[in-house]
């Protein structure tokens, strides 16, 4: 019993001194760029490529990764070449009905866009990323997609921009 009451604070010092030397780190942004590194972005128009075009959805898609970077990052955006990279383009646009109800017809449709990305690391070799995300929105067949685009759009093109920063500054 005696040896037991010893032994516990004897164990208590071996974990505190175990655990001293770790530190937990964590950037709330999600961003993982080295700055003493990385100082300069450069992000290209993204041109719509699609067989269904929007014309609006380019500027509010390219607005909003500006945005989102210049928020969540320290990067100064240049007008061409830069230490990070992001190019591409608006690949895919497209309805497609969904929820189809017992007389055949369908109660939502579904808006989908893709956005390919090529993402140039000019630091260093091998973090490059060349991938197409996709995005998806759902609303109500009797709808009028000219009264819920601008919305939607706005609403895919977040999630997009969540998505393409987390593949590339995120470094997940």
Known sequence: MKTSLLLRPLVMLILLFATGGCTISYKLNGAA?????????????FPIR???????????????????ITRNTRLRTVDSGGDLQLEGEITGYSLSPQAVTENAYASKTRLTIQVRVKYIDNKQEGKDVDQT??????????????????????????????LIFNATLGNW
């Open 133 to 162: 995300f996709s995005a998806y929105r759902d609303f109500d067949s009797s709808e009028m997609l000219n009264d819920v685009q601008d919305e939607l759009c706005n609403q895919i093109s977040k999630e997009l921009v969540d």
């Open 50 to 68: 699609a067989a269904l075009v929007y014309p609006p959805l380019q500027q509010t898609f390219e607005n909003e990764l500006l945005d989102y």
């Open 33 to 45: 760029i080295d700055y003493s590194v990385y100082k300069t972005i450069y992000v290209s128009q």
